[in-house]
């Protein structure tokens, strides 16, 4: 007797834990995010995006403390993000940190380990918190994510004619700032214009070295 009452404890509890599997995952938000950050990109190099944010809505809250080395190399500056991300769909993405939704952090797929993980992203307007079971890599809580992100200053440097480095700082703010905006446009406006200056002059270089001299 005492054998059958404990085996039916075991599917019982069996039978739970598979209904909360089953039951999906737990979706929050939006939540509305504030923070700050700075972004830097080096010619031959992969930009990089440190910030922290956080929010609630008054019930459930979110924050991130992230360090993002972007894969892909830029080897042409095209402009400031307006949106930064790490990781999808529960990709192994190389940032460092952690992501939390209401108190239950996770990190990068590449070093999770036996640790929840996590992906995430952020900007123009939305984005969104994903954490992730550790090996097996079931999402079990996932946040939405108002956020917009605001340029509050930008340093090109040259070496020659040549775009060497660029140095930036940001707010994460939960709605846009046109200000900032017609800021950052301008300035990648009169990036755009000194390249086509540049070119226009090397064409004409080209075409004096070219004509036959008597």
Request: proline content about 5%; aromatic content about 10%.
């Amino acid at each position: 007797m005492c054998i059958l009452k404990s085996s039916w404890r075991i599917l019982f509890l069996f039978s739970s834990f598979l209904g909360v599997l089953s039951a999906g995952p737990i979706t929050v938000g939006p939540i509305p995010m504030s923070g700050s950050g700075t972004y830097q990109w080096l010619k031959n190099s992969s930009p990089v995006e440190v910030f922290s944010a956080s929010g609630t809505d008054g019930v459930d809250s979110v924050s991130m403390s992230i360090t993002d080395v972007g894969l892909d190399f830029l080897f042409n500056f095209p402009g400031l993000p307006s949106g930064l991300a790490g990781g999808a769909g529960g990709a192994c993405s190389y940032w460092s940190g952690t992501v939390s939704i209401d108190g239950v952090s996770g990190i990068s797929a590449c070093s999770a380990g036996v640790t929840d993980y996590a992906t995430w992203s952020i900007g123009d307007g939305g984005g969104n918190a994903n954490l992730y079971t550790p090996v097996i890599g079931t999402l079990v809580e996932s946040a939405s994510l108002v956020g917009y992100i605001d340029y509050t200053s930008e340093t090109m440097t040259y070496t020659g004619n040549t775009l060497t480095e660029v140095d930036a700082t940001f707010n994460i703010v939960p709605t846009p700032e046109p200000s900032s905006c017609a800021e950052c446009c301008a300035a990648l406006i009169g990036f755009i214009g000194f390249a086509r200056r540049r070119e226009a002059g090397s064409r004409r270089e080209r075409r004096a070295a070219s004509e036959p001299t008597f």
